[in-house]
């Protein structure tokens, strides 16, 4: 079925590209946001309780599912509503949105999303999506309209845990880069040598490939996310390993590598964290 009337909240960063991709190909779309912001004059920006009173999809691409859950409980939910949250969150409050979702025959759809600001602009993000699946099949040609890589991975909750395991290896891969790279600097070795060596090696990875020539060494540091995202992300994935007997050291010393740095840098760019390592005190994580 592609008749669906589609409903969007959340233009930020990420937000408004994957927003403008879906406007390309679909015509019954709104959105709104908390902020007031240019958009194509085609699609009608409209509040969020109109949204939940005409849509049959609705869309979120804010910070977190706790936020989706308060806004869930606030409006009047349609029968039959789909819900589709990109945002990267705790599963089990995913699953409790789902059950909450059951009693107004609704369903919840959680699709981590992987690729960044310039995936979400050129509609080459990759999505992990949990949930019932006849109704992503439902919504797939939606999905497909800003995402060139949808991996289906079951029950409720399984895209955003696959989304925190995803960041955790990420973030982990980011730091490991960071600290190395400076460990060159003081042996007089060319940080753009040791990313082209990376690069035609087996050590090259999407952080040498694209983060640091494109984001870091270029001296942008436009990552488009910030340090206390990665903090988040990290954050929860340890808060779901700490309750369970599985070994998690390495994703702890990721942790705890970022919970060193200052609160007052938050807000900071996360790239940033390479040129400021020392700044930051980094190495000594005990």
Known sequence: MNNHTIGFIGL?????????????KINHLYCFDQQNLDI???????????????????????????????ILKKYKIKNNTIFVDLTTSLPDITIQI????????????DAGMSGGASGA????????VGGNKSKFEEIYYILKTFA???????????????KL???????????????????????DLNEKEVINVFNKSNAR????????????????????????????????????????????????????ILNKIDDNYNDDDFTTIYKNWSKYNMFDIN
């Open 12 to 24: 930020g960063n990420m937000g408004k590209p994957i927003f403008e991709n879906i406007s390309k």
């Open 40 to 70: 194509n004059s085609s699609y009608e920006f409209t509040d969020t309780k109109r949204i939940f009173e005409i849509c049959d999809v609705i869309i979120f691409c804010i910070k977190t599912n706790k936020e989706i859950f308060d």
């Open 98 to 109: 789902n059950s909450y979702l059951e009693k107004f025959n609704s369903f919840y759809i």
């Open 121 to 128: 602009f050129n509609a080459t993000l990759s999505l992990m």
């Open 148 to 162: 060139s890589n949808i991996f289906y991975l079951g029950k409720s909750g399984n895209g955003h845990m696959m």
């Open 165 to 187: 395991l995803h960041n955790s290896v990420c973030h982990s891969i980011f730091l490991l880069n960071c600290e190395i790279l400076n460990i060159a600097k003081n042996f």
């Open 205 to 256: 990875s999407y952080i040498s490939e694209k983060r640091f020539p494109d984001n870091i060494l270029s001296g942008k540091f436009n990552g488009k996310s910030t340090i206390n995202n990665l903090k988040k992300d990290l954050n929860m994935i340890s808060s779901i390993l700490e309750k369970t007997n599985l070994d998690m050291s390495y994703t702890k010393l990721s942790t705890n």
